[in-house]
């Protein structure tokens, strides 16, 4: 896949690693107004004045967390900022700078460095945020990629995961389980594939689940949005891990208890076709898929009338007390208790 | 080596990504002012009112940074915190929290991660700051840190590398080298070992050297030091990749050139005589060593007389016009240029 895209092949030992640094930084425009120093010395310098700061970490490691074989280095690399941004939003914050490591073997050539690279760049000129720093260093196997994020927000508006309480009602942006049905999908054509070089992959009709998969997004526009509805949430958490692991995160941190009701989880029919095609059940996945980077957070039964109506919110349930439990509320009216199987669980399961 | 030192194996699996976590940072004190909320949420919130935040980061990976053979896990954590601390220092900064993220293959039993985690609380207990956050991932082969360090200080005392003038006086703390021989006696000792494993390590009488290489501590005295002597460096970098590579990047950032005395050049006892012993220079060791996280900085003239008699500073040299270029001047009075030649020509060189 590197060789097809990438003709040209330039040893990173040619540049060296303050070489690679001036190479891969010498684009980078700043725009936060808070960036006082970017890349280019011992550390970089913020100025948040009167806001909090917020700083969040991830870490990216090939063949655990992605595969090259079918994830396009840009692609990777736009991930790689969108997964630590979207963790910055969960505190109704706005992310303003990151700082980047990555370690890298000399299997990649200088071209591969920079589509990489290319893609966290487009990410933070999409999300408004300099990039201000970072590591570069080589590996003796693969590639890893280290990530912060920082960002600020009033302190009367960072949201916490465990301030919800009972008789909030639990929301979710967007629609859930397209990353895992799309890694699905990859996963099934790379077997073919393996088995017969010569077949042509079949990903027409799912570009929506690829996309969520391949290129997702993290949900910059929801805080602004909330300010405008003026809504604060009451305990905001992102969904990295799938919904039922983070509907349990803000239950145990908050000390209640919730009711998810099956048939609010709001899909996307392309999810919903291709569970049937992979003869899965799509509540599973949206309970369990992760990788999907929507909003969960819970917001007092008052504020009800201000987002019933828009479309980038679903209501799915609502906070009980403690002592009743953490339930998924199925179509036939039973209870069923969430449990926090996540992603590696269900790939385990798949194996 | 683990099998020596722990003889309980607990697998990680056991425990679970969230468990893990919980378990590794139930023991966190936070102590600064600055930290409104650390591990436990989607990201970590600080408070910096209306000082300047410095961030800086650095990754750690096994095989390329250090050789678990030889180097203690616990002085592994706390070596990977003290580089970040030192980068945070070298802007005239007082750091305040750290992120750690850490990806580990599961050769790697619960009892080596709290080995590595109770070295990073260890400096962190030790500079005063605060361990907010980080991820804690599988890797699929070896063990990979990523350690991003925050600080602040107020705008008029952050120091940059590219403010240095001809004139000012180039001075460096405590004494450099002993790091990078310290790790020759490792590797010596190593490569006995593997010839026959009855062998016992001859490391008495390299104390000093090899506290260099595995515990390195962060000049957290110099700041306050300055600060007291009412000197302002009007520039400053941390040395980690040689004394002479640093030069270098004050000189080429500030377009200015240096003249560097070698018989300034400070050099603990035991690194003399560890030199000679190698059959290497210690002057070459010195300029291209590295790892002695000691800083480098630039004086205004006028302020020679508040450090000339202070124990931790030496002056080295002084910082001339860039046309005059960068350079070495021998004890026999001749001028050679300084190059970039940092720790990894060193070591390709040593193969």
Known sequence: MLEDKS??????????????IEHLTKNIKLSQKSTVKGV???AAVLNHKNKHTVVTTDMLVEGVH????YVPLKHLGYKAIIVNLSDVYAMNAMPTQVTVSIAVSNRFPLEAIEELYSGMLLACEFYGVDLIGGDTTSS???????????????KKDIVYRDTAKAGDLLVVSGDIGGAYLGLQVLEREKAVYMENKNMQPELVGYDYILERQLKPEARKDIIPLLKEL????????DISDGLS?????????SGVGCRLYEEKIPLDP???STAEEFKMDSTMIALSGGEDYELLFTIDLADFDKIKANPHFTVIGHIVEEKE??????????????TAQGWDAMLKKDE
């Open 245 to 253: 692991s983070e509907i349990l995160h803000i239950s145990k941190k």
């Open 7 to 20: 003709p040209k092949r330039t040893d990173l030992s040619e540049l060296g690693e303050f070489g690679l």
């Open 66 to 69: 992605f595969d090259l074989t």
């Open 230 to 237: 003026n809504v604060k949430p009451t305990s905001m958490i």
């Open 140 to 154: 003796v196997t693969g590639l890893v990629i280290s990530v912060t994020a920082i960002g600020e927000a009033d």
């Open 270 to 272: 392309t999810v919903i």
């Open 40 to 42: 280019g010395d011992d």
């Open 325 to 338: 439990g953490c339930n998924l509320i199925t179509r036939d009216n039973s209870a069923i208790p969430l």
